[in-house]
């Protein structure tokens, strides 16, 4: 499996993005998956996963409420919606593919990785 993740860019405080993690391969609606981010000098993060068939969701405390995870198995995209973005949201931002059904947080956890696209918001 391939990932490609794009939708990255400038915006100030308060606005919105919205990200996209292309998938090739035949078997990607049958894997959990996961955005997480890296901000200069920290450990990369977990923000957001989704189980392979998009009934469950799961989200980091620090983005409940303004971000959204969703999927379109027919089209292999996972999108992350992000809203009311604030600065400390500036980081790279990862897609992730886990082979099995179930959500990690733990990045290592998850087989496959898009290249990062970069978020910068502003104050």
């Known amino acids: 499996v391939q990932l490609q993740a794009s939708g990255g860019g400038l915006v100030q405080a308060g606005g919105s993005l919205r990200l996209s993690c292309a998938a090739s391969?035949?078997?990607?609606?049958?894997?959990?998956m996961g955005w997480f981010r890296q901000a200069p000098g920290k450990a990369r993060e977990f923000v957001a996963g989704i189980s392979w068939s998009g009934d469950s969701t799961y989200y980091a405390d620090s983005v409940k409420g303004r971000f959204t995870i969703s999927r379109d198995n027919a089209k292999n995209t996972v999108y992350l919606q992000m809203n009311n973005l604030k600065p400390e949201d500036t980081a790279v931002y990862y897609c992730?593919?886990?082979?099995?059904?179930?959500?990690?947080?733990?990045?290592?956890?998850?087989?496959?990785w898009g290249q990062g696209t970069l978020v910068t918001v502003s104050s």
């Open positions: 992730a593919a886990d082979r099995t059904e179930f959500v990690h947080v733990t990045p290592a956890l998850y087989d496959y």
């Open positions: 391969g035949r078997t990607f609606s049958t894997y959990a």
